[in-house]
């Protein structure tokens, strides 16, 4: 019966835990990844504010560059197929405070759940979005976008590139692979 109980326990906490971002990607029916060997980085990159890379620049460029080389594609900076953007956005968001209780009742075994809503008590939050843009070099139209979302946490901030990993990599699980060659 203990047992039941601590399994139950790990459910609902394993539920609360952060999942990482929610990933919704799309691209153009007519395009044909195959044509595609390798790739750049557009120049500047939207998440550079400035004329230098940032830490979050260097640290996608770094963990998307790995990503296309292992489907295949060619890092190369003189005449390439693809080109990568990237853009990054915070936005703030808000929701009603709720509360989640339960128990037990005292002449049988039994667990209720509640929950509770009070529409003067809100919860202020950021949720930060990430834009990867796959764009075609000669014609500058994008083939491919995907957005990851997240909730800004503060341990995503204070550790940048596992964060950048994590969605680069839900990301890329997600880009249409291009059929290999025989050579």
């Known amino acids: 019966m203990r047992s039941w109980l601590f399994f139950l326990l790990l459910f609902m906490l394993g539920g609360c835990a952060s999942q990482g971002p929610i990933v919704n990607a799309q691209h153009r029916s007519d395009a044909d990844f195959t044509r595609y060997r390798s790739f750049a980085f557009f120049t500047p990159l939207g998440t550079d504010k400035a004329d230098y890379a940032s830490l979050r620049s260097q640290y996608l460029k770094k963990e998307t560059r790995a990503a296309l080389e292992a489907r295949g594609f060619?890092?190369?900076?003189?005449?390439?197929?693809?080109?990568?953007?990237?853009?990054?956005?915070?936005?703030?968001?808000?929701?009603?405070?709720?509360?989640?209780?339960?128990?037990?009742?005292?002449?049988r075994f039994g667990f209720?759940?509640?929950?509770?809503?009070?529409?003067?008590?809100?919860?202020?939050?950021?949720?930060?979005?990430?834009?990867?843009?796959?764009?075609?070099?000669?014609?500058?139209?994008?083939?491919?976008?995907?957005?990851?979302?997240?909730?800004?946490?503060?341990?995503?901030?204070?550790?940048?590139?596992?964060?950048?990993?994590?969605?680069?990599?839900?990301?890329?699980?997600?880009f249409p692979e291009p059929q290999k060659t025989n050579p």
């Open 74 to 107: 060619s890092y190369t900076t003189g005449n390439p197929g693809l080109l990568i953007n990237f853009r990054s956005e915070v936005h703030e968001r808000s929701a009603p405070s709720a509360t989640l209780f339960g128990g037990f009742g005292r002449r």
């Open 112 to 174: 209720g759940m509640g929950y509770e809503w009070r529409r003067d008590d809100i919860n202020f939050y950021q949720e930060e979005e990430l834009t990867v843009e796959v764009i075609d070099a000669k014609t500058r139209e994008v083939l491919w976008e995907a957005k990851a979302i997240d909730r800004a946490w503060e341990d995503n901030r204070k550790e940048l590139e596992p964060s950048v990993r994590i969605a680069v990599e839900k990301i890329f699980n997600q």
